[in-house]
Antibody, heavy 118, light 110 residues
């Protein structure tokens, strides 16, 4: 079945970087954009950016430009989201989501909790 | 990009109808039919309920319906059931080629 499986929880110190992976299965990886969305504890959803797995092209939310990098490895149908210069405000759950059609996130990963603490 | 505005909470008894509003601007909701709605029970990933304003994915009950007027989109749950209790988020494509989510609405079944 179509699914996205993310890497496990991470604990990082302030100033460090984190890289989260998202492995796709059950569909053609290069046929759909892959988005990253994050959610702070008890808070709402926030769009981080997206990657086109076919071309590698990216588009990031203004808030994260300069600090986020999205990449992919088509040989293993996996996308990555790396965020640098972490602060306590980056203690959130990161979700990857498949982009369907125009602006729809139809399949979601299970989420990856990233905790930033000294 | 500011989040789309949703009411913090709505509630209803089983069988009743509730409507959640999602207010944006002419740079997002008002300009594109790319509004989606997501259901998120506690501790789980969001689930797509409505896409492109009013379309339901396969498997989503027809109790869920969506609409849009101007800069405001709406999600209506008819015949409310206990299993509908969750947080709901809208999202929209924007003129900056980015996406924005709503502030979220907690639906409580009384």
């Amino acid at each position: 079945q179509v699914q996205l499986v993310q890497s496990g929880a991470e604990v990082k110190k302030p100033g460090a970087s984190v890289k989260v992976s998202c492995k796709a299965s059950g569909y053609t990886f290069t046929g759909y954009y892959l988005h990253w969305v994050r959610q702070a504890p008890g808070q709402g959803l926030e769009w981080v950016g997206r990657i086109d797995p076919n071309s590698g092209g990216t588009n990031y939310a203004q808030k994260f430009r300069g600090r986020v990098t999205m990449t992919r490895d088509t040989s293993i149908s996996t996308a990555y989201m790396e965020l640098s210069r972490l602060t306590s405000d980056d203690t959130v759950v990161y979700y990857c989501a498949r982009g369907y059609g125009s602006g729809t996130f139809d399949i979601w990963g299970q989420g990856t909790m990233v905790t930033v603490s000294s | 990009q500011s989040a789309l505005t949703q009411p913090p909470s709505v509630s209803g008894s089983p069988g009743q109808s509730v409507t959640i509003s999602c207010t944006g601007t002419s740079s997002d909701v008002g300009s594109y039919n790319r509004v989606s709605w997501y259901q998120q029970p506690p501790g789980t990933a969001p689930k797509l309920m409505i896409y492109e304003v009013s379309n339901r994915p396969s498997g989503v009950p027809d109790r869920f319906s969506g609409s849009k007027s101007g800069n405001t989109a709406s999600l209506t749950i008819s015949g409310l059931q206990a299993e509908d209790e969750a947080d709901y988020y809208c999202s929209s494509y924007t003129s900056s080629s980015t996406y924005v989510f709503g502030t979220g609405t907690k639906v409580t079944v009384l």
